[in-house]
């Protein structure tokens, strides 16, 4: 992938000054993403499904597991049996020949402990895709040797899992820990993948790119307000068939992808329960108020108004005004075949369908729960709220502490350390491509007092 190079530098200059004498957006410069119709379901029926269910089919033997990673002793999700002996990311489901095996669920990206309490919903912002060495190809390809000798019956309910596995590890390495590469799994099981059959393919059936591009995981507490999906709004129909897109890692055929799909409606009424957690300090409720003004007047246009009167607008924030990374956008346009992939297979299809629409832009997403969601932009390379409303004091290098993390509730953020050069995997390296943390300069032309006012407030939401 190619960074676009500005040949015209006195007019980039010019935007770059634009963006801060003009610093809010009109409403006739945004794109209005239309609502699809969903389908309802049963929320506690979802809530089991999505804690233990089988919506990943295949995994590593129980033993095997247990003997890697221990027995978890937390049980935050108040699980029985085999459940309660592994960590909330994961799910023991059982093999067609009778194995118990460990899957990984969608909570090791949509849930995460703070302050000893586990938030389903909350985006992981301690999940660490940067360690070529934690699944690596030797490692498995050592794994599958050891069982086809030793436990020939756990090969067999663990092998396509492996093999899946095995395949797309090496693809998935990104350069900062704390970033997601759900986009690059995506488009790598795709690769892999017939999309009218969802056949296996041990060789891609695509090219894929060689940049891994990270984002950060958006709150599920979000989704009942979007009518679309994903950080450049681009998942349009039913949210459904986006939910369900980890059943990739492991499906036979599409035969099983009904089973799921016949219940993930369920998941979904589930996600449209969760709220955000409020913000648990004391609020300066005369600074807030004064905050809400201004942020009424300069902010909800794009973000929506909260409260007894809420509304959200749902617009889509052209990439030359928002002026963030544009590498994940831009990859849509760049690897069409990805989307092409999507909008022609088993997802598009039947009662049900979903399609992508890509933009050029980004969303401007409902902001309930802000306060807790840090580091922020899509990439999340941005790690407090001062620094998101106040781009002239983000830092190039910083690192946050992810062996102890303590979150800052009078700053709402993570406490880093700034460096003057990269360093290694804890180290965000704004400069990388698609780790830029310009753009959004809104808040720019707020006072330092303000700035306090509009983050007090947002503390509320």
């Not at 499904?49 to 937390?74: C, E, N, Q, R």
């Not at 085999?82 to 990311?89: I, L």
């Not at 756990?154 to 090496?170: G, M, N, Q």
């Not at 589930?270 to 942020?295: E, N, R, S």
């Amino acid at each position: 992938m190619k960074k676009s190079i500005f040949v015209l530098s006195g007019l980039a200059l010019l935007i770059t000054v634009y963006s801060f004498v003009r610093p809010f957006v009109a409403a006739e410069e945004a794109t209005f993403i239309p609502p699809s119709v969903q389908r309802s379901g049963n929320a506690d029926s979802g809530y089991r499904y999505l804690s233990a269910g089988d919506y990943v089919k295949g995994g590593l033997p129980y033993s095997v597991f247990i003997k890697a990673m221990g027995k978890d002793t937390t049980n935050y999700l108040k699980r029985e049996g085999y459940n309660a002996k592994v960590s909330h990311e994961y799910t023991v489901i059982t093999a067609p020949n009778g194995e118990e095996l460990v899957a990984p669920n969608c909570m090791q990206c949509h849930a995460q402990v703070l302050d000893g309490q586990l938030y389903i919903g909350m985006g992981n912002t301690f999940i660490d895709f940067s360690d070529p060495k934690l699944v690596s190809r030797e490692r498995i390809k050592l794994l599958e040797n050891v069982l086809k000798i030793t436990a020939p019956r756990k090969y067999r309910a663990s092998k396509d899992f492996l093999e899946v596995t095995r395949t797309i590890a090496p693809y998935l390495t990104t350069k900062v820990k704390g970033v997601n590469a759900a986009d690059r799994l995506a488009a790598v099981l795709a690769a892999h993948r017939d999309p009218q059959s969802f056949a296996w393919s041990s060789k891609p059936l695509m090219e894929l790119p060689e940049e891994v591009i990270p984002s950060d995981v958006p709150a599920w507490w979000l989704l009942k307000k979007k009518n679309g999906m994903f950080y450049n709004g681009f998942g349009r129909g039913d949210f459904g068939r986006f939910l369900m897109a980890s059943n990739l890692l492991t499906v036979n055929d599409t035969a099983e992808s009904r089973g799921v799909d016949n219940r993930i409606n369920d998941v979904l009424a589930y996600i449209y329960t969760l709220q955000p957690p409020k913000y648990p300090k004391a609020i300066d409720t005369k600074l807030a108020a004064a905050g809400q003004q201004l942020f009424t007047a300069n902010c909800a246009r794009c973000h929506g108004t909260y409260g007894a009167a809420a509304s959200y607008p749902n617009l889509l924030i052209p990439g030359g005004i928002i002026q963030t990374d544009s590498f994940l956008y831009s990859a849509n346009y760049q690897n069409p075949q990805f989307v092409n992939w999507f909008n022609s297979s088993w997802f598009a299809r039947g009662d049900h369908p979903a399609r992508l629409v890509p933009y050029s832009g980004y969303i401007a997403p409902p902001l309930d729960g802000v306060w807790v969601t840090a580091p922020y932009l899509h990439n999340g390379s941005v790690p407090n709220l001062e620094a998101l409303l106040n781009s002239r004091i983000r830092p190039t290098y910083w690192q946050r502490n992810f062996d102890n993390p303590q979150y800052d509730y009078a700053n709402p953020g993570w406490p880093y350390i700034a460096h003057d050069q990269p360093g290694d995997n804890t180290v965000y390296n704004t400069t990388l491509n698609g780790y830029g943390n310009k753009g959004h300069y809104f808040g720019d032309a707020f006072t330092d007092k303000e700035r306090k006012a509009v983050m007090e407030y947002l503390k509320t939401l």
